[in-house]
């Protein structure tokens, strides 16, 4: 099996069309796309993207019978995802990945989306990493969004000590048939593994994927969400043990180059390309 992965690539356009190119040209069997695939910034518009863009980009993955698996990131809001659903139902090849097992011959693909708290406003699909999480500091009032427009969550701390943790949303994942042919695609990096670098140096990674993959030994897990991380820390991926964890990292917003990778899973060999914007 041939899979090209690609992450954060936040709803830009020609990113989608060359990794369709790639796909065909390299004859892939399978995409993954690691989340935050809507656009940044007008955030109540991400449905408009999913209507007019993204149904009609999958449809062209069905015509070639190329599979294609996605997920929503932290920057895709909450409220679209029962859209997101739908448009993938509408198709054999299309499938989401969130809290879900796809399976390809004998290799199982899980998704899992939820992130640790970061510090930035939109929490909709953040958690505390363990119950002894130590907050990063804040910016600005933490908001989570709804059919008529953000709700601020006012105290923010006490909110999120209801939600499950991203330990326990690890114990409700699907329990694969073979760990060792299974490959986890974590939105989240693992910490302590050099994925997870932010451009400040911080390590924002999670203790708690790190436990996971450490004490499940999957074939591969991959990762995105810290797009600087692989320029920062010259790492873009790692061994856990016998585990592969990719990272490929992202080029940022506003950037002319997209980062992807290319992985053979029967032979294990995996690269990392960067295409610039023709």
């Known amino acids: 099996m041939k899979i090209l992965y690609v992450t954060d690539i936040h709803g830009i356009k020609w990113k989608y069309e060359q990794i369709y190119h790639k796909a065909l040209s390299l004859k892939i069997d399978v995409v993954i796309n690691g989340g935050d695939m809507l656009p940044f910034g007008n955030f109540f518009k991400q449905d408009d993207f999913l209507i007019n863009f993204l149904n ?31 448009t993938c139902n509408r198709y054999h090849y299309i499938h989401s ?6 399976e390809f011959g004998k290799f199982e693909i899980i998704g899992m989306n939820w992130v640790t708290d970061l510090p930035f406003a939109l929490k909709d699909r ?6 002894n999480f130590v907050f990063p500091k804040q910016f600005g009032e933490s908001v989570v969004s709804s059919p008529n427009g953000w709700i601020t969550i006012k105290d923010w701390y006490s909110y999120v000590e209801n939600l499950p943790t991203i330990e326990e949303e690890l114990k409700n994942l699907v329990i694969p048939d073979n760990m060792g042919n299974t490959i986890y695609v974590f939105h989240m990096p693992p910490i302590n593994l050099g994925l997870d670098i932010c451009h400040d140096g911080r390590r924002v990674g999670s203790k708690a994927i790190y436990d996971f993959i450490k004490k499940r030994q999957p074939k591969i ?21 016998k585990t592969l964890c990719i990272q490929p990292g992202q080029s940022l917003f506003n950037e002319k180059n997209m980062i992807y990778c290319i992985i053979d899973i029967e032979k294990m060999n995996y690269k990392r390309f960067s295409l610039n914007k023709m």
């Open 56 to 86: 009609n980009y999958f449809s062209k993955f069905e015509d070639v019978k190329i599979y294609y698996l996605g997920m929503m990131g932290n920057d895709d809001l909450l409220i679209f995802d029962d859209l997101f659903e739908e």
């Open 97 to 102: 990945i969130a809290q879900k097992k796809f």
């Open 126 to 131: 953040a958690r505390k990493d363990t119950r």
């Open 221 to 241: 897990t991959l990762h995105g969400h810290i797009h600087e991380s692989p320029k920062v820390s010259g790492h873009w991926y790692s061994f856990l043990d």
